[in-house]
């Protein structure tokens, strides 16, 4: 198989199409990220990337707090917007219709159209260029109860979650597998005992 070289370049696809709220209930902002991912799992920690010039970097700096809302494909063109237009002049929630709710831990909203809103402390920040690293512990999820089953398990499948990759977006296709379906071992169904006769 022949394969090209390129030179290094942000070619590290899917990530997610999250719109990332910060500021308060009375002075929310919210800008399209696609530049984040997990970093730990305990604590549990994840990080967002942000350029200095964007509006929301210096509110996350200010305050400290952030909210990741994960975006479905129905989504697609508010997400787009959010991440074109500036929270300077434009109320990105009233153009793109899209509703503020409190969160439990921090003092960002949560967007209320989203699945799922994970609830952000910044314990570091780094500068490393053309962006900020935000890299924070995550203190708390939101999770919209109509995809929660009768057993408390959350069905992402049933959320119609989007994707970002190399400047486009995706709308994530059908289950393949869980983590380490590749060697579990297999049920073996008994036998129903013969009749005695």
Known sequence: MAKQFWKGSTLLAPVPA????????????????GWTGIVCTRPPMTYISVRPERYSHDIIKKSGEFVINLTTSA??????????KSGKDTDKFALCGLHTAPAQKVAAPIIEECPISIECRVTEEKLLGSH??????????DADEKYIDSKGKLNLQQCGLMAFAHGEYFALGRKLGDFGFSVRKK??????????G
């Open 75 to 84: 989504m697609c063109r508010e997400t787009d917007l959010c991440g074109v």
């Open 18 to 33: 999250a719109l990332v709220t910060c500021g308060t209930m009375d002075d929310p902002n919210v800008l399209t990220i």
């Open 187 to 196: 049920k073996k169904h008994r036998k129903p005992p013969k009749a005695s």
């Open 132 to 141: 900020t690293m935000f890299l924070a512990e995550i203190i708390g999820i």
